[in-house]
């Protein structure tokens, strides 16, 4: 039988759901929201391959104010998933030196979420572009 | 294989796939959300046609259509599963290899059944 008896240290069940984890929580709840929206996608695609009335029954629950609602509320979730994506890509990549001087983690951080805003809004500028154009 | 040889882990094959399907909804998420849940089913900005059955056939016909729809899909559900894999390990919400099968496993699933879906909407 060993003498060791280390000290645990008690940790209650609901850890995840209190500061300080509340905000590791709530960045790994963010990996929901993208594969739900994912989901949206797939029930869109499979009422795609049912045929003209399945799609259409997809496109009516689009338009309806509970579908609106999701994805206004995905839209907050994915923003905040860009935003800590960008706050942690810099500590899990090697310390970047420029010029002899290392890049701030939050310089990086914010050009990760420059680049990612540039991404969104020229993809949304290139399909008003082709509605117009057609 | 040499007794010695050290024991190869299925993890960093996950990393990937969470890292790619992160970056990518971290680029163009929050415009793909805008664009397939408000614009095309409202009609704001873009003709409403463009949202209806025959135009969403031929993005998903068209081989670069077909692409970015089971890139978008499948490792949206891929950086998910990663996420809340992890999360219910931190939890000690069960036993490992029942969280791997309800978050790696239904990944797997659901990124069949998307790409046969795919094919059987045809070219």
């Known amino acids: ?134 | 294989m040499t007794p010695h040889a050290p024991k190869r882990s299925m993890s960093p094959v996950f990393w990937l796939m969470f890292g790619a399907g992160g970056m990518l909804s971290a680029l163009f998420g929050p415009a793909l959300i805008v664009l397939t849940g408000i614009m095309l089913p409202f009609g704001l900005g873009v003709p409403g046609r463009f949202g209806d059955y025959a135009h969403a056939l031929r993005f998903a016909q068209n081989p670069l259509g077909k692409l970015i729809l089971l890139a978008v899909i499948a490792l949206f559900f891929w950086h998910g599963a990663e996420r809340i894999f992890l999360t219910l390990k931190d939890m000690r919400a069960g036993a490992l290899p029942v969280l791997r099968v309800a978050t790696y496993g239904v990944a797997a699933l659901l990124t069949l059944v998307t790409l046969a879906l795919l094919l059987e909407i045809g070219f």
């Open chain 1, 1 to 134: 039988m060993s003498e060791r008896r280390p000290y645990m240290r008690a940790q209650p069940r609901d850890w995840w759901a209190h500061k300080p984890y509340l905000g590791y929580t709530l960045r790994e709840l963010t990996g929901a929201g993208v594969a739900l929206y994912g989901g949206i996608l797939l029930a869109g695609l499979i009422s795609l391959a049912r045929g003209p009335e399945a799609f259409e029954g997809f496109r009516s629950f689009l338009t309806s104010p509970i579908s609106l609602l999701i994805h206004l509320l995905l839209l907050a979730v994915m923003i905040w998933h860009v935003v800590t994506w960008f706050q942690t890509m810099p500590k899990t990549m090697p310390k970047l030196i420029v010029g002899g001087r290392h890049v701030p983690q939050q310089n990086l951080m914010v050009a990760g979420v420059a680049l990612a805003a540039l991404c969104s809004v020229a993809l949304i500028v290139l399909v008003l572009a082709v509605g117009a154009w057609s």
